[in-house]
């Protein structure tokens, strides 16, 4: 079983994936705090994996929706020599400007925080790169504390 917490009505779709950032400034006199975003971990990433239904006010997001999540890893591009499951390492992002790169979004992945300490939990493969100097994999990681 997951995590229940509360979304904004908008984006409790099953499947939404989303990184939680931490409370903003309204959440933290609010009465729903504790079943909202006290339930997550501040950099880490969770996909809605069901719609509860039940709705209550929400000061920033109008009204939120009651939904089960569960964290997930990321697809990420990491040096080879870091591509072992089971490793635990301090993620960078691949600097690159090219813009035609079909590995762009997994060099530099929107959901995962620059050096976030995540853990290597499944590797694809190399990745073809003609930029960057040092051989990269593609890999799943999870973010941690």
Known sequence: MGTITLVGYLVAKEGYTFLHSGPAKECLDCRLRKACVDKLKKGHVYRVKKVLGIVNKCPINDKVVTVEV?????????????????????????????????????????????????????????????????PLVKADVLVID
């Not at 635990?88 to 050096?115: F, G, H, M, N, Q």
């Open 70 to 134: 569960e964290e997930v890893p990321v697809t990420a591009a990491i040096p080879k020599k870091m591509a072992v499951e089971g490793l635990t390492i301090k993620y960078e992002k691949i600097k690159c400007d090219t813009s035609d790169c079909p590995e762009k979004d997994v060099c530099a992945p929107r959901l995962l925080p620059e050096r976030a300490k995540v853990k290597v939990v499944k590797i694809y493969g190399r990745i073809q790169c003609r930029k960057h100097g040092e």
